[in-house]
């Protein structure tokens, strides 16, 4: 008999083999794993649109507040909270009045959502006074009269206090580099880094 003939010719070759019996349990198992995730895991649950309850660390202390999840950590410190230190200009995360620290960084309190804010300590321009207790920045402002309209001012102090707690005692263009994200329409600049300079030179920043 030729060895390319089969053996059994009168025998039909079964459909069945190891190879597709193999193929066809792996795929079952894919399709029951997938079948069997609970629905609340496949999709996160909603929050909103109506007001949700929420907890802000803000200068140490916790705070309440009902808010819309649309509503931005600016909004809902000036609005909800009576923090009206950082100021709401542009709105739009490009002059930097409203800036704040979170978490240990200098961000937009507009560009932020309240919501998202839960769990990480915020710092305002309120605590550079708090306790009795002024922060060197405040009478370096004062004295180089780094303030004129006042509306850009919490913003770079508060910019200012994060760039001395990355770096303690900058160089001039340290700080013309960590100001880059503040705008003053007044065009103080000057005046504000030599406020900043002057208060680093005291060795303090807490």
Request: glycine letters at 14%; aromatic letters at 4%; a positive charge.
């Amino acid at each position: 008999m030729n060895d390319l003939e089969p053996k059994h010719p009168g025998k039909k070759k079964s459909a069945f083999s190891r190879r597709g019996f193999l193929q066809g349990v792996g795929a079952g198992t894919t399709a029951a794993g997938v079948l069997s995730v609970p629905a609340e895991a496949q999709a996160p649950k909603a929050i909103g649109p109506g007001a949700v309850p929420i907890t802000l660390t803000i200068n140490g202390k916790a705070m309440q507040a009902t808010v819309e999840p649309r509503v931005t950590l600016l909004d809902c410190m000036r609005h909800y909270m009576d923090l009206t230190g950082a100021k709401r200009v542009c709105d739009r995360g490009t002059c930097g009045a409203c800036t704040v620290i979170m978490g240990g960084k200098v961000i937009y309190a507009c560009s932020v959502l309240a919501i998202d804010a839960q769990g990480k300590q915020i710092e305002t321009i309120e605590n550079l006074t708090a306790s009795g207790k002024t922060h060197p920045l405040v009478p370096a402002f004062v004295k180089h009269d780094a303030q004129q309209c006042g509306y850009c001012t919490p913003g770079f102090v508060m910019a200012a206090k994060g760039l001395l707690d990355r770096t303690p005692s900058p160089s001039y263009d340290q700080v013309k580099d960590g100001l880059g994200g503040n705008l003053c329409r007044c065009g103080t600049y000057v005046g504000v880094r030599q406020a900043v300079l002057e208060a680093a030179k005291g060795g303090r920043n807490g």
